[in-house]
């Protein structure tokens, strides 16, 4: 049984920066596909990023070039590195996890395995 734990959320200034961590079990790590995704109070829930087992990454627009993803397969851990923290990434973060994962990575729909989220709020 696949299980995903977030950490690292918190009260954080606009403009602060915050690392997010995901601790996987039950899933033999190196060969998962691992994704953030966030939902706003009233929002859908919404792709933040990913990292695939080869290494590669992709990025919502929104957070491109202020949030990077990486992955520690010694650790089973994924990280989500955010600066730069603006109101707008306020939101419950949640780390999904996903044996195989093409071109729809960016639908929640795609992602099996899900973690029960870690708050983010970003004062202004």
């Known amino acids: 049984q696949v299980q995903l734990v977030e950490s690292g959320g918190g009260l954080v200034q606009a403009g602060g920066s915050l690392r997010l961590s995901c601790a996987a079990s039950g899933l033999t790590f190196s060969t998962y596909a691992m994704g953030w995704f966030r939902q706003a109070p009233g929002k859908e829930r919404e792709f933040v990023a990913v990292?695939?087992?080869?290494?590669?990454?992709a990025f919502a627009d929104s957070v491109k070039g202020r949030f990077t993803i990486s992955r520690d397969t010694a650790k089973n851990t994924v990280y989500l590195q955010m600066n730069s923290l603006k109101p707008e990434d306020t939101a419950v973060y949640y780390c999904?996890?996903?044996?195989?994962?093409?071109?729809?990575?960016?639908?929640?729909?795609?992602?099996?395995?899900w973690g029960q989220g870690t708050q983010v709020t970003v004062s202004s």
């Open positions: 990292v695939w087992s080869g290494g590669n990454t």
């Open positions: 999904a996890a996903q044996r195989y994962i093409g071109g729809n990575y960016y639908s929640s729909a795609a992602w099996r395995n």
